[in-house]
């Protein structure tokens, strides 16, 4: 019985928050194209220190990353230390000074994300929001905060213990409680806070992430720097697309490129297929350490753009003949993105007609990887791809 007193009485406190107005008009505002950052996660992991983070901002902008487009550095788990007497959190030893952190990242024309759990831990076991969501709301918007990614973890186990089912209707509908009850946290601060909801698709979030003031959902469990791994994570996009538009995106996670653990092919396919999904582009890797090949794929503007058209589609899968498919993303002024992927580990051919992705003969081919026109013969057009591959056109009128 008290169990579900506490229960009632958490989703009772929903209520107690009120959203201004002016709040919901500059949260809906938010994300209008897919973020595009770093994330401390896939190479620092638990070890990320303030030094990490600001030799990150550095590099973001010494490198062009920042030109390109990457302004948000986000920090992942482990940066929490305790709570106060009045319960408000503080970041632990290996940051000091979270709002001299936030200031520097800001001085760089940069911005800054951070990491929390509805549940009463964080992944990593460290002290998460529950009961403390409008403090910690405030505290982040005290220091300056952007970006709050918000991570189910430990909130499963509390949905478990009150409802005796962490996949139920009760838990479900606790979850989709938890997140809108920091979303109209954060809108109460009157700070533009993006908002990340990472509960990897359980109940199809991308029905209900819009409703409870998501800007983006993990559509999917984490990824890996393993081609297996990010191939079945980014093609099981496919179907998602009506589910995305401008301020409210599908994210199939991080990337993975320049961590060392897929070729470059691989890594362009990554780059390729996340552009095409309109997914967030957060770069994973130790960017005070990149190749010009990690650097080049990163920044390529072109593949940028297709992900950041103003139009807010997300692509889909047009074509599949076993391993060889191809994926088509409308672009603003009538262009199309067409993504060819060769998912076989030997070399395939692929054959692109140009009237079955809605275009004539006389359109013209672009391929982006390369910066060169390419041509169609007799309105199609044929290439050679190399295990693991892609090759990523924009064809217009």
């Not at 938010?30 to 994330?39: I, K, R, V, Y």
């Not at 487009?69 to 305790?82: F, R």
């Not at 002290?127 to 300056?144: N, R």
């Not at 213990?161 to 946290?185: L, P, R, S, W």
Request: glycine share 10%; hydrophobic share 40%; proline share 4%.
């Amino acid at each position: 019985m008290v169990k579900n007193n506490i229960a009632v009485s958490w989703l009772l406190s929903l209520s107690l928050l009120v959203i201004p107005a002016a709040g919901v008009a500059q949260s809906s505002q938010l994300a209008t194209t897919p973020p595009m950052g770093w994330n401390s996660w896939n190479h620092f992991a638990g070890k990320v220190t303030d030094a990490d983070v600001r030799a990150a901002a550095d590099a973001l902008v010494s490198s062009g990353m920042r030109d390109a487009g990457y302004i948000y550095v986000n920090i992942d788990d482990t940066w929490q230390g305790e709570r106060d007497a009045q319960g408000v959190i503080h970041a632990n030893k290996k940051f000091p000074d979270m709002k001299a952190l936030a200031d520097y990242v800001h001085s760089k024309g940069l911005k800054i994300g951070i990491y929390s759990s509805p549940g009463p831990k964080t992944c990593a076991k460290y002290e998460g929001s529950y009961g403390h969501e409008v403090q910690d709301a405030k505290t982040y918007a005290g220091w300056g905060i952007d970006y709050l990614k918000y991570d189910l973890c430990s909130f499963r186990d509390t949905m478990k213990q009150e409802t005796g089912d962490e996949h139920g209707e009760k838990a479900f509908a606790m979850q989709k409680a938890a997140y809108e009850k920091m979303h109209k946290a954060l809108v109460a601060t009157g700070r533009p806070i993006v908002y990340s909801l990472c509960q990897y698709g359980w109940n199809d979030v991308w029905r209900w992430g819009p409703g409870v003031g998501g800007n983006l959902w993990r559509t999917t469990g984490d990824i890996s720097d393993h081609y297996d791994r990010m191939e079945q994570i980014g093609f099981s996009q496919a179907g998602l697309a009506k589910f995305a538009s401008p301020g409210h995106w599908n994210d199939p996670d991080m990337l993975e490129v320049g961590n060392g653990g897929m070729t470059g092919d691989e890594y362009r396919l990554h780059m390729t297929l996340w552009a095409i999904l309109a997914a967030p582009l957060l770069a994973g890797n130790d960017l005070s350490k990149m190749s010009p090949e990690t650097l080049a794929i990163l920044t390529n503007k072109d593949v940028i753009a297709v992900d950041q058209d103003k139009l807010g589609k997300q692509g889909d899968r047009v074509w599949a003949e076993g391993p060889k498919e191809i994926w088509t993303k409308p672009l603003s002024g009538g262009a199309e993105a067409v993504a060819l992927f060769n998912r076989a580990p030997d070399p395939r051919s692929i054959t692109l007609k140009l009237s079955e992705v809605g275009f004539g003969g006389n359109a013209t081919l672009r391929d982006l990887w390369t910066g060169k026109a390419v041509t169609a013969v007799n309105g199609s057009y044929t290439v050679l791809l190399p295990k693991h591959s892609a090759v990523l056109l924009k064809v217009s009128k």
